[in-house]
């Protein structure tokens, strides 16, 4: 090893943003394999960066690792040969004087080397997913919004009109369609997180219902479209573009026949680890204890928007109850007219725009706050329940089919033994029993690669819940920007309103002192 040492100082920001892209976590050790790769993206030669790799890691063998200061070594010596040095030791180091050269790859920036680097580790170890927040996001973006309303045969019914960042087509979907995409999509991926749809409701047909089924439905097409899994599945383009009237039975018939996943994948046993049953109980307390959590901040989140919607609506009966004196044209009264009661209604009608500009900031920052902050943690909440549900499918699906039929095995066998046993031990009646437990062992063999494979998905799609978990010190930002910036904005509307109200007082200098400072009594 050469016995060149770097000090942070010393360290372009460079090598450390390179060396936390090719660390799993930004300060383990560096595959080896994964290193070598990197450097051949410099456009040296193969023995070039060979040399390299030997002078920085003598030791290191191929499926082993390096460190974080034989990484720098080598970035060093990449640059130090592609400005035209032909040897490679470290009495460069001894020689160079000023800040060490940053080499450069065919990936030119930081991001492209991000996802070459991410895209790599995903292909050589499949049990890791692999991929960050934005990256997920970065897949696709959905817009759902509402069409209109229209009139069936018999019932009206909601159309929305679905768009994707990534197809550009615009196509337009009733709740039924949503309903059968996903049935297909579960067929097709038994063993992924499906969100729940909202439920269904018919003759439902309020603002404030078809509001909350268009947001359900947007998350739910969102997390179905950045799935790693799904994203590319035929059947969710054909969703996204499809602008046929017959949108459903096109879904049906063109997947009836398609095998699930597992047929077609390529799986090996040996992605799933030994401590699997662990680790799985392990995820689940994690997920458990997650959504206690979130269900505090989102609980949270809905009552502050309840809040500010009380706020706009008792400010916008106030405007209207300030305006009934505008409005009011009966009978009069001389006994009013001793007291300054004239004064006060005329200035009193002044306040009522002051309440209407309350009500209508309180709305918008409701509005903020349901999306910024209570539509994002409901959104992890959709990733939690449907991560549970898998967990359910799991436990009652592949493992109880798999618990059956070992047990169906069982039984055959003791009645194949209780035959031979009934013959005086003459087996030669009891070949039916062979054909059929011949049978039902090829379908528990499939049964158990099946579980495997659930296992195998169980543990990926644990690693999606946690990538989306960026979402939750996302929101608690939205929630205190949307507070400060929000509680701003109602002061001001407040003081806007202040003069107005300044004006019902009696007139008097010690009164206009005492308005002035903002103290009143009663």
């Known amino acids: 090893m050469m016995s060149v040492e770097f000090t942070a100082g010393v360290v372009p920001p460079f090598y450390r943003d390179v060396c936390n892209i090719l660390s799993t976590d930004g300060c383990s050790d560096i595959e080896r394999s994964l290193l070598v790769e990197l450097l051949s993206k410099s456009g040296l030669s193969n023995s070039t960066v060979g040399d390299i790799v030997d002078c920085c890691c003598p030791s290191s063998k191929a499926g082993s ?10 970035l060093a010596l990449t640059a130090f040969a592609q400005l035209g040095r032909t040897t490679i030791d470290d009495k460069i180091f001894e020689t160079f004087s000023g ?11 930081l991001d492209k080397l991000r996802e070459w680097a991410a895209a790599w580790k995903r292909e050589a170890n499949p049990i890791i997913l692999g991929y960050t927040y934005p990256q997920i996001v970065a897949f696709d973006s959905i817009q759902v919004e509402i069409a209109s309303e229209k009139k069936g045969l018999i019932l009206k019914h909601v159309e929305y009109h679905v768009t994707s960042s990534r197809y550009r087509i615009p196509v337009t979907r009733r709740y039924s369609d949503f309903l059968t995409f996903h049935d297909v999509l579960l ?18 047909l309020r603002p404030e219902f078809i509001e909350i089924r268009k947001r359900w439905l947007r998350r739910w097409v969102n997390i179905i479209a950045r799935h790693p899994a799904m994203l590319n599945d035929p059947l969710l383009k054909l969703f996204l573009t499809f602008n046929g009237s017959d949108t459903q039975d096109k879904m049906k018939e063109s997947f009836k026949l398609s095998p699930d996943e597992f047929i077609t994948s390529s799986f090996d046993d040996r ?19 997650l959504e206690r959590v979130i ?49 006060i209604r005329s200035n009193l009608r002044l306040i009522a725009p002051d309440c209407v500009a309350i009500s209508e900031t309180a709305e918008q920052l409701a509005n903020a706050e349901a999306e910024s902050v209570a539509e994002k943690l409901t959104l992890l ?25 070992l047990n169906k095995i069982g039984v055959m066998k003791q009645k194949q033994m209780s035959a031979v046993m009934k013959n005086g031990g003459d087996s030669t009646n009891t070949s039916h029993f062979d054909s059929r437990i011949q049978k039902q062992e090829s379908v528990l063999s499939t049964l158990e690669q099946r579980n495997s494979f659930s296992l195998h998905c169980l543990s990926l799609e644990t690693q999606l819940v946690f990538i989306y ?36 007082l009696p007139v008097t200098a010690n009164q206009r002192h005492l308005s002035n400072s903002s103290s009143y009594s009663l």
């Open 65 to 74: 690792s390096v460190n974080r200061s034989a990484l720098y070594k080598c």
């Open 99 to 109: 800040g060490l050269p940053v080499p450069t790859f065919q990936s030119a920036d």
């Open 187 to 204: 067929s097709r991926f038994p063993y992924r997180m499906v969100p729940r749809l909202p439920p269904k409701k018919f003759l439902d």
């Open 271 to 289: 992605w799933v680890a030994s401590d699997v049953q662990q680790q799985i109980v392990g995820a689940k307390h994690q997920v458990d204890v």
């Open 295 to 343: 269900e505090c901040y989102k609980n949270m989140a809905d009552r502050m928007v309840l809040r500010r919607t009380g706020l706009a609506a008792d400010m916008l009966h106030s405007a209207k109850a300030a305006g009934l004196l505008q409005e009011d044209t009966g009978p009069s009264s001389s006994w009013v007219n001793g007291a300054r009661w004239s004064e």
């Open 381 to 405: 909440l959709d990733i939690i329940n449907s991560f549970k549900d898998l967990c359910e499918r799991h436990e009652k699906g592949v493992v109880k089919e798999h618990s059956h039929t």
């Open 469 to 504: 978990m960026e979402l939750l010190p996302q929101s608690l930002m939205g929630l205190c920007q949307t507070e400060i910036d929000g509680n701003s904005s109602l002061v001001n509307a407040w003081r806007s309103m202040l003069p107005r109200v300044e004006s019902l």
